[in-house]
């Protein structure tokens, strides 16, 4: 064994980044905060509520325990805790009781699912309804997810002349499971309830979604704040297309401020054809709304023609919100070329008739709007989608002069549509790219019929031209493509 002492290296043998190191003196100060926990607490709040938004139920407590700074800053925002999330099978009681608690005086956006209701559903209501009921003055939205009939039946009853003030949206949506086959009979309440009472106190409702198969609709209330109203599928089922269109005109003369429109009727198959007849024969005296700008009437196209014909909509932009469903018949071009009835309007979908082979027939003879159609388009001034669908445009005789109106259109689509020639559309094409104040397609599609008239057709060589200055298409698959329509 070696008795030699270990050897170290000299100082002047030690890398100078070594040594400038090792003689610094040591950093006694205490570390600096982090930067995020400088920020000025409206700052915080700031960020905190964009983090929140789409986050889990849980996101709240997780931050509060992040750090003692931030439990005094989350703990002083009350909006961070008011969405009360009721749809687990067994519900957190103690969370949801620690979210009212600490959210003060704040809005309370609730909202009851189908879960908590499969295996315990009275107990668990009655939990439910011993928390939440003592803030109904601080309710802002409701919203009834699937939950079973009898739940919500009792829910609704409950809540039926009592007085919420600040709720602004109702959803009620029609259970898919987990309700017995039969109506059930609740003690003190029929088998319909009367709308008009589950409303009575919600003064400032703008938003309500109604989706359930045994509600009496035709008793609505009056709702002078109403701004959204959407009466959801099997609601309205089987009621003749007269009482429809006139709960389209009650539901519009009593909620003069609703800007979004949604409602659905469908008879049973076998009145399908009856209900069209119907419709198409309705004499109703015309009513005027000033305030709505979107109505989804999701019917037979007979029906929600009949509807049409009879509004006056000076702000509506859209139909509907998907593409293929803005269908309407030649019967509405009277009102809009002899009232101006929809000069906002962005997209529409015109349908003409069709015989047994599935060819459009000629008008006037077979439809005596179709003189209407030009001066129709020429006062839709602010379209930017227009289809027509087995429409007979006679040898050009009702094609639109659309070279010099519609300055806002984009796309154009004949699908199906007979009697006009390709040397019109090619004079509305170039017109249009040459004309001031006016835009040039985006989009053409000539979508042929299978006995489609050789006049009508797109020749490759016609086909190669319009590619020139725009998007053809000879298939009509513009229902894929969803876009806003300024």
Not at 420 to 435: D, G, K, N, Q, Y
Not at 439 to 457: K, Q, V
């Amino acid at each position: 064994m070696s008795s030699e002492a270990p050897k170290y290296a000299a100082p002047s043998e030690i890398p100078w980044e070594v040594t400038a190191r090792s003689v610094e003196p040591p950093n006694i100060q205490s570390p600096k905060p982090a930067s995020i926990n400088r920020l000025p607490f409206d700052i915080f709040q700031v960020i905190i509520a964009i983090c929140h938004e789409g986050s889990e139920t849980t996101f709240p407590f997780t931050v509060s325990h992040v750090s003692r700074h931030w439990r005094e800053y989350v703990l002083s925002m009350p909006l961070l805790w008011n969405s009360l999330h009721i749809s687990q099978s067994v519900p957190q009681w103690e969370m949801l009781e620690a979210k009212l608690e600490r959210s003060g005086q704040a809005p309370l956006d609730i909202y009851i699912g189908q879960p908590p209701f499969v295996k315990s559903a009275i107990p668990h209501l009655r939990k439910i309804m011993r928390m939440i009921f003592p803030h109904m003055e601080r309710w802002r939205t409701l919203h009834l997810g699937d939950a079973p009939y009898k739940i919500r039946r009792i829910l609704l009853d409950q809540i039926r002349a009592k007085s919420a003030p600040l709720l602004q949206e109702i959803q009620v949506f029609e259970s898919s499971a987990y309700d017995r086959p039969s109506r059930l009979k609740l003690k003190n309440t029929s088998p319909h309830w009367n709308a008009a009472n589950v409303f009575t106190g919600f003064h400032n409702l703008n938003s309500v979604k109604w989706t359930s198969s045994v509600s009496d609709l035709n008793t609505l209330p009056a709702f002078m704040n109403l701004r959204n109203l959407t009466v959801g599928e099997g609601t309205l089922d089987d009621i003749a297309a007269l009482a429809f269109i006139q709960l389209i005109h009650r539901i519009l003369s009593d909620s003069p401020a609703l800007e979004s429109l949604s409602i659905c009727n469908y008879l049973s198959s076998a009145g399908d054809e009856d209900s069209n007849d119907e419709a198409m024969n309705l004499q109703l005296p015309t009513l005027t709304h000033h305030s709505l700008q979107k109505l989804v009437i999701d019917s037979f196209e007979g029906v929600r023609s009949a509807a049409i014909r009879t509004l006056i909509l000076p702000r509506l932009r859209t139909f509907s919100a998907i593409y293929s469903k803005d269908e309407v018949d030649l019967s509405c071009c009277d009102i809009i070329a002899r009232e101006n009835s929809l000069p906002e309007l962005r997209v529409i979908f015109i349908a003409g008739d069709v015989n047994i082979n599935g060819l459009p027939v000629p008008g006037p003879s077979f439809h005596p709007h179709t003189p209407f159609l030009r001066p129709a388009i020429q006062n839709l001034t602010n379209l930017r989608v227009l289809t027509f669908r087995a429409v007979d445009f006679d040898n050009d005789k009702w094609l639109p002069d659309l070279g010099s109106c519609c300055p806002h259109l984009r796309w154009l689509l004949f699908v199906f549509c007979t009697g006009f020639t390709i040397p019109s559309i090619r004079l509305i094409v170039e017109t249009r790219i040459h004309a001031d104040g006016i835009n040039p397609l985006e989009i053409l599609c000539i979508h042929p019929h299978l006995y489609t008239f050789p006049g009508s057709r797109v020749s490759d060589e016609d086909a190669a031209w319009f590619s020139k200055f725009l998007k053809f298409k000879h298939v009509d698959d513009c229902w894929l493509t969803e876009q806003e329509y300024e």
